[in-house]
């Protein structure tokens, strides 16, 4: 359809209306030994294809992988197993946080230079590939933002202006968002097009509010069990900001980034938030109505930016 936003997946462009129900922070395979030994790889295309189903199974559509190429991103598995599922699969791009930055790489090239590679691959696609990135992530950083994590921050930024896809960022268990909206701000990116992610490993509403009202996405992504906080501890946090005011700016999503995570290795896998999550949510007093917008409007704008 004419004028129709689309939003580039691994198998090509997808209208956003047909998006459906989205998790906006995944990693179908990845590769996180340079911190966990144990469980810290997923790498098999059979298995996840079998965790997809479950997602499916739940009403799901959409996938949004995070995963970048200095933490095992797998462009090619990523459309076989879109190919094989039906699931729609975006895919990130961009450079992670320490320990993961090839440093090697990333103090030789300048913040101009790191954002053409990204610029690059947005419009030729993964090299020997051709699947094209449709969001900029996960990039960022932890307890004290390093130079070098300020540097790919930047390059993100640069990245957003020239091809306007969103941001989507690591910003775990420190409140660094906001300086991290500060850092993506100085390079011209509107925080309606920032994502911040791992909200609810910093255990602060003033923090999630303070996110909130730079007009980012406050991303709830730990949502997996009792996974760094409780599941009634992390529903405050949405009720929380619901009671703001700020509905439109709440995401969710699992963050399925090791083994245990997986539905097969007793984890609650890609299916929880649109299956039993959304019932607690309901138990909860949100309506169909809210949850609807938690999972399938509000991923959707933010991919979109509109
Ligand atoms: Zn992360």
């Known amino acids: 359809m004419a004028g129709e936003t689309l939003v580039m997946t691994v198998t090509g462009p997808v209208p956003a209306g047909d998006l459906g129900k989205v998790l906006p922070h995944e990693h179908l395979f990845i590769n996180l030994t340079k911190q966990i030994m144990i469980g810290g790889v997923i790498n098999d295309a059979d298995l996840i294809a079998q965790e997809l189903a479950a997602?499916?199974?739940?009403?799901?559509?959409?996938?949004?992988?995070?995963?970048?190429?200095?933490?095992?991103?797998?462009?090619?598995?990523?459309?076989?197993?879109?190919?094989?599922t039906g699931v729609n699969i975006v895919m990130g791009c961009g450079y992670y946080r320490e320990p993961y930055l090839n440093r090697n790489h990333v103090d030789e090239l300048s913040i101009q230079e790191l954002s053409e590679e990204i610029i690059r691959e947005w419009r030729d696609g993964v090299a020997d590939t051709g699947v094209r990135p449709g969001i900029i992530g996960e990039v960022g950083s932890e307890q004290h933002i390093t130079s070098a994590e300020e540097r790919v921050l930047r390059a993100a930024g640069l990245a957003h202006v020239a091809t306007g896809l969103?941001?989507?960022?690591?910003?775990?268990?420190?409140?660094?968002g906001l300086a991290q909206i500060a850092i993506l701000g100085a390079e011209g990116v509107d925080p309606r097009r920032i994502v911040v992610g791992?909200?609810?490993?910093?255990?602060?509403?003033?923090?999630?509010?303070?996110?909130?009202r730079t007009g980012a996405y406050v991303e709830f992504d730990t949502i997996r069990g009792s996974s760094?906080?409780?599941?009634?501890?992390?529903?405050?946090?949405?009720?929380?900001?619901?009671?703001?005011?700020?509905?439109?700016?709440?995401?969710?999503?699992?963050?399925?980034?090791?083994?245990?995570?997986?539905?097969?290795?007793g984890g609650t896998g890609f299916s929880y938030i649109h299956g039993r999550f959304s019932e607690l949510l309901l138990e909860a007093g949100l309506n169909k109505a809210e949850i609807e917008q938690l999972t399938i409007i509000n991923p959707r704008l933010a991919l979109t930016g509109e």
Request: aromatic share 8%.
């Open 55 to 84: 997602f499916v199974e739940v009403g799901g559509r959409t996938i949004v992988d995070l995963t970048t190429n200095d933490n095992g991103r797998r462009a090619t598995w990523l459309r076989e197993v879109s190919q094989r």
């Open 228 to 265: 760094f906080y409780s599941t009634e501890r992390r529903i405050g946090f949405i009720l929380n900001l619901i009671r703001l005011g700020f509905i439109e700016r709440i995401l969710l999503s699992h963050d399925v980034c090791l083994v245990p995570h997986l539905l097969a290795e």
């Open 198 to 212: 791992h909200c609810d490993t910093v255990p602060s509403p003033d923090y999630h509010e303070a996110v909130a």
């Open 166 to 176: 969103t941001v989507s960022t690591h910003a775990g268990r420190w409140p660094n």
